[in-house]
């Protein structure tokens, strides 16, 4: 199985970073690109534990719907996304967050499985595992300039 490990050092507090990381109206906004919506389950503010949202974007040019439940969370620090159904086999990404000298060292890992066996494994090779880091890195660029832009408003 896959997994993408990207670290995001921010200039803002935890809980302001873990809040925003699980904002369903702010993941909507970073991931305008692919005109990525909330359709059912939690369609807006802050998911919590055992909520679900499900999410309907273009990717590879096609609509797609993908369910994800909230399994795991500790606030401020830590909080886990599972599919429930979508075009992956599975994922689990998990979100940390570390304190560091006032700022924030925000961990995503996420482990994925393609569909489709050996062509699933080749798809995750040749492209998927690329594509999934630089969505990721879109998101959490997004995520730095909104927070720290936030939180330096806030210290003013």
């Known amino acids: 199985m896959p997994t ?3 670290n995001t050092l921010i200039k ?4 302001t970073c873990f809040d925003l990381s699980r904002n369903i109206d702010f993941h909507q906004e970073s991931l305008e690109h692919s005109k990525e919506k909330a359709i059912a389950g939690k369609t807006r503010g802050l998911i919590e534990l055992g909520e679900w949202v499900t999410w309907e974007a273009k990717h590879f040019g096609i609509k797609q719907k993908l369910t994800s439940k909230i399994t795991e969370f500790e606030s ?3 909080f886990v996304d599972e599919m429930v159904s ?4 599975s994922f689990k990404h998990e979100h940390i967050f570390q304190s ?8 995503d890992k996420f482990h994925f499985e393609s569909p ?15 594509y999934m880091t630089n969505l990721l890195i879109t998101r959490n660029k997004f995520l730095k300039i909104k927070t720290e832009d936030a939180f330096k408003d806030r210290t003013l």
């Open 4 to 6: 993408i490990e990207i």
């Open 12 to 15: 803002a507090d935890l809980k």
């Open 76 to 78: 401020p620090n830590y």
């Open 86 to 89: 979508g075009a992956f086999k």
């Open 100 to 107: 560091i000298d006032g700022d924030t060292l925000m961990i």
């Open 116 to 130: 489709f066996g050996v062509l699933g494994k080749l798809v995750n090779t040749l492209f998927l595992k690329r």
